[in-house]
């Protein structure tokens, strides 16, 4: 306040010697010159936002390498670079005739695996074991009636010794013809049941082939996995594709939405912990030519560190591209909203005059002389400035004609019009 009052001081001295000196060099030319016409702006209070901007690059978050996941040769390349793509277009084909043969030797695998188990299934050599069993079972029921006959007969002498004997041996025979054919069922059964089994996981293991190579062969065509703008292409048609190539086949960069990256410091990032509302605010991106992209974005992402080098902390925004109007890597300016200041002081930019670090402006009095202020601003608010010292409202400024006029003389006043007022402040910091 002090050094603001010497300032006002000496241009009040400063302005008074000119005048004094007007006035004796019109007394010596003994004439008076016609009052000259100055475009006047009166003071106006109003509410402005307050806006910081930063400097900005776009990228593309989510741009995916194309690669092959299978061997082969070019066959066909199907787009152009900078041709916008979509999910599951096709890019290129590969020579698919391996893999149509591979194909076509599964699926005859798997017909083969699939005849051996259906055959299994049918357990042939269990139910010719089960029929040897029946067999053995009839003729052991036959020399159990004949040994039964002959045991009472022989007894009453009717029939030879002999004859019991042999009905006895083939009794013990037919015993043992069933227990062997009763193991023999066991053990065809046990084998079919195995052989089913074993059949059944190789058919598995067919159906498995197939699926892999059907696989392979879809993978021969190789499609977009997302939509977005596709570059040139690194490989050529006739070309070989490996499946662990370092290099990638082209790249697909998504455009909508397009990620914005900027970064601010430690203090404006302690001022939004403090109040979080502007970061809810929409953002406005300022394009390289200073024109506005009309879609408003909003931020996403803080990263989790500040910069030791810079101390700065990364902020990551995204805005809507329906149209690919901007591409990765270009710049401009995120131009955040960072409050609202109720009431200031407004005038237009032209009105002020700077030397060195102090700005003047001409007012006029009631009696339309002019005078000489100092003020003091703090932001822009489109083309004006926000005034904090040296003017109250209702005061008239001289916008144009700064150059016709001194301290103490008489102007005729005429309202200046602005082409186009903006409320939006713009932070200088």
């Not at 787009?79 to 005739?97: A, C, K, M, N, S």
């Not at 455009?255 to 403090?274: G, M, N």
Request: glycine share 4%; proline share 7%.
């Amino acid at each position: 306040m002090k050094l603001y009052r010497i300032h006002l001081l000496s241009l009040i001295l400063f302005a008074a010697l000119v005048a004094g000196c007007s006035s004796r060099a019109q007394d010596r030319a003994g004439a008076q010159p016609p009052a000259p016409i100055v475009l006047v702006s009166e003071v106006r209070a109003s509410d402005v936002v307050i806006y910081s901007e930063f400097p900005a690059q776009t990228y593309a978050r989510n741009a995916v390498d194309v690669r092959g996941r299978v061997d082969g040769y070019i066959d066909k390349w199907l787009f152009r670079p900078g041709q916008e793509v979509h999910t599951g277009d096709i890019l290129y084909v590969l020579d698919v005739r391996p893999y149509l043969a591979a194909v076509e030797q599964a699926k005859g695998n798997l017909a083969q695996s699939e005849a051996d188990l259906d055959f299994a299934r049918k357990q042939v050599a269990l139910l010719q074991a089960e029929a040897n069993l029946a067999v053995a079972q009839a003729n052991l029921v036959k020399e159990q009636q004949d040994y039964d006959r002959l045991t009472p007969l022989v007894e009453q002498e009717a029939a030879s010794k002999q004859d019991l004997d042999a009905a006895t041996a083939a009794l013990r025979a037919g015993e043992a013809t069933i227990r062997a054919a009763q193991a023999n069922v066991d053990q065809m059964r046990l084998q079919t049941q195995t052989q089913i089994d074993s059949t059944a996981a190789k058919a598995d293991a067919q159906r498995a082939a197939l699926r892999t190579a059907s696989l392979n062969l879809e993978y021969a065509t190789i499609r977009a996995p997302i939509s977005g703008l596709i570059g040139d292409t690194l490989v050529p048609v006739g070309g070989l594709v490996t499946a662990n190539a370092q290099q990638p086949l082209t790249t697909i960069v998504p455009l909508d939405p397009i990620w914005v990256r900027f970064k601010a410091s430690e203090t404006q990032y302690l001022a939004f912990k403090k109040n979080p509302e502007p970061l809810r605010s929409p953002l406005t991106l300022i394009l390289a030519d200073n024109s506005n992209f009309p879609q408003k974005g909003r931020i996403e992402n803080t990263l989790n560190q500040v910069d030791p080098k810079t101390g700065t902390l990364e902020m990551q925004a995204s805005f809507p591209n329906p149209k690919h109007t901007l591409l990765p890597g270009q710049f401009g300016q995120v131009r955040v909203e960072t409050e609202v200041r109720r009431n200031v002081l407004l005038i237009p930019q032209r009105a002020v005059q700077q030397l060195q670090n102090i700005q003047t402006v001409y007012t006029l009095s009631a009696a339309d002389q002019v005078e000489l202020r100092p003020i003091s601003t703090a932001e822009r608010s489109g083309d004006d400035w926000i005034v904090t010292q040296g003017l109250k409202p209702g005061d008239r400024v001289i916008v144009e004609g700064q150059l016709k006029v001194r301290p103490g003389m008489s102007v005729h006043p005429q309202p200046y019009r602005a082409p186009a007022p903006i409320s939006a402040a713009r932070s200088e910091s």
